[in-house]
RNA sequence: GUGGGUGUAGCUCAGCCGGCAGAGCACCUGACUGUGGCUCAGGGGGCCGUGGGUUCAAAUCCCAUCACCCACCCCA
């Protein structure tokens, strides 16, 4: 029985790196420009640092985490997010200490055991960049406006920044919110879907987002998150008033969606998320917010944090689905033909030269194939040039050399070879 | 976790009211001795996802199972 990739997981094949490489490249250039430091933490985390920060209620702790013990008995897990481990790291290595604002980014691997479908892996990857030390509205702005200049920066258009403030744990704000939803949905629980019904004990105001007009109604009638947050004796009304105000200044542009609620418990005041055209079920291909609280809650200092996350996988999709995949770019390059044994030694010599010179150089093995099956090899491979190397051409030390996009060939001294190649390349 | 769809050549798929396994693309070889793309001719390649059942006979009908896809859910 053929062994195939593990449910959920997928290759990444060479045709298809080179995006994943120019999509990385200019998200690196513009992280740089926004002062933002590469950090890479382990895949496997203790289990406990994603109950704490997540939330164990969240469908991501409580069913979708890769979760086993390790030979001593404790239990780890591979990195859902990369929000919690960051904040880990900032806070085990204290990063406060530091004086700055720890701005740090990651590019990796995350894991979750829901089932695939169109833009949804197990193993999927994530581009997520953290604030961390900063509890100022203009830290959000920030980084919105980074999210979108890396989004602009991959080729991304027709995508949609939906923003929201989901306030905090106040008396006056959310928690208050909470407890009077709480209280007027009990009385309209029977017009809830099952899905919502089935919400409604534990984490209640993930209801607001539900996408079924029966549920819409109830909730469009009941108590509003927006007004609350408008009104709060906390800071979260004018919180979210300044970041509008800095994203217009910034040319941001963004549509407020009053449900927009996340799935991550550690979220407070400002949410967004970025949706793409064209993408099926799985539309989201970023989303962040700020996390002020969660720092704290890992037994780090109290300072306040926003990040956001971008899903490679999804992005790639959206990309292709906006025609942005960029024909491939022909290829330079050199074939070395070899016609019967007496040439190998002499190309084993300058491919090797040339390669030192940063030539990219296919080299024929087989030198019984025929010189036309080697031909259409260099062709495939779409390589300028072919080398080719035989009896005629030991006997008086040259090689032919063969340009297949002007269909020329000429015969050149051996010594003359190399340079002449690799002036031919730049 | 729930529902629907699909599993046949390397790829995309046809064949499915049971009767010898097919096409296009790709690959290999050849068309005056050592010259690519185009054309023409030939060729290799299949446990018809897996296991069971019905039948003289199963890719085809039935049951189970697995995988993939899509949607719900969830989320990036």
Same mark, same amino acid.
């Given at each position: 029985m053929e062994i195939k990739t593990v449910r959920g997981m997928k290759d990444i094949l060479p045709g298809e790196v080179a995006r994943w490489e120019r999509v990385e490249q200019s998200a690196r250039s513009t992280l740089r420009a926004y002062g933002f430091e590469e950090i890479r933490t382990p895949?496997?985390?203790?289990t406990g640092l994603f109950e704490r920060a997540i939330g164990q209620a969240t469908d991501i702790v409580s069913k979708e985490m890769y979760t086993f013990n390790e030979r001593g008995g404790a239990s780890v897990s591979l990195r859902p997010e990369a929000t919690a481990s960051v904040c880990r790291a900032y806070v085990e290595h204290h990063?406060?200490?530091?004086g700055a604002l720890a701005k740090l980014y990651l590019i990796g691997p995350m894991f979750r055991t829901e089932r695939p479908q169109a833009g949804r892996q197990r193993q999927f990857h994530q581009i997520s960049a953290e604030a961390i030390g900063c509890a100022h509205p203009l830290a959000d702005v920030e980084m919105i406006t980074l999210l979108s200049d890396l989004l602009i920066g991959a080729g991304a258009d027709r995508f949609t920044l939906l923003l929201n403030s989901v306030g905090c744990g106040h008396e006056t704000c959310r928690a208050r919110f909470v407890t009077l939803f709480t209280q007027y949905l009990k009385a309209h629980l029977p017009s809830l879907c099952p899905e919502c019904r089935g919400r409604y004990?534990?984490?209640?105001?993930?209801?607001?987002?539900?996408?079924k007009e029966g549920c819409r109604k109830v909730t469009r009638g009941g108590p509003s998150l927006a007004e609350h947050i408008r009104t709060a004796a906390c800071d979260c009304g004018r919180h979210f008033e300044t970041v509008q105000k800095g994203l217009k200044a910034s040319g941001v542009a963004f549509q407020i969606e009053?449900?927009?609620?996340?799935?991550? !418990? $550690? $979220?407070?005041k400002t949410a967004f998320e970025v949706v793409a055209q064209g993408?099926?079920?799985? !539309?989201?291909v970023a989303a962040g917010g700020r996390y002020d609280g969660l720092v704290e809650l890992l037994g780090g200092p109290q300072v306040g944090g926003v990040g956001m996350a971008i899903g490679l996988e999804r992005l790639m999709l959206a990309l292709e689905a906006g025609g942005?995949?960029?024909?491939?770019e022909a290829k330079g390059g050199v074939y070395v033909a070899l016609?019967?044994?007496?040439g190998v030694e002499s190309a084993l010599h300058f491919v090797r030269k040339l390669r030192e010179g940063g030539v990219p150089c296919h080299m024929a093995?087989?030198?019984?194939?025929s010189l036309k099956s080697q031909l259409r090899e260099a062709d495939r491979l779409k390589l300028r040039s072919v080398v080719m190397l035989g009896e005629r051409e030991m006997e008086r030390q040259v090689v032919t050399v063969k340009d297949l996009v002007a269909r020329e060939q000429k015969e050149l001294p051996i010594r003359e070879l190399v340079a002449y190649l690799t002036r031919a390349v730049q």
């Open positions: 895949v496997l985390e203790a990063m406060n200490s530091e004990p534990k984490r209640v105001w993930r209801i607001l987002d539900c996408k009053p449900c927009l609620v996340r799935g991550l !418990d $550690y $979220y407070t993408l099926g079920a799985q !539309d989201a942005k995949n960029a024909a491939e016609l019967g044994e007496s093995f087989e030198t019984s194939r």
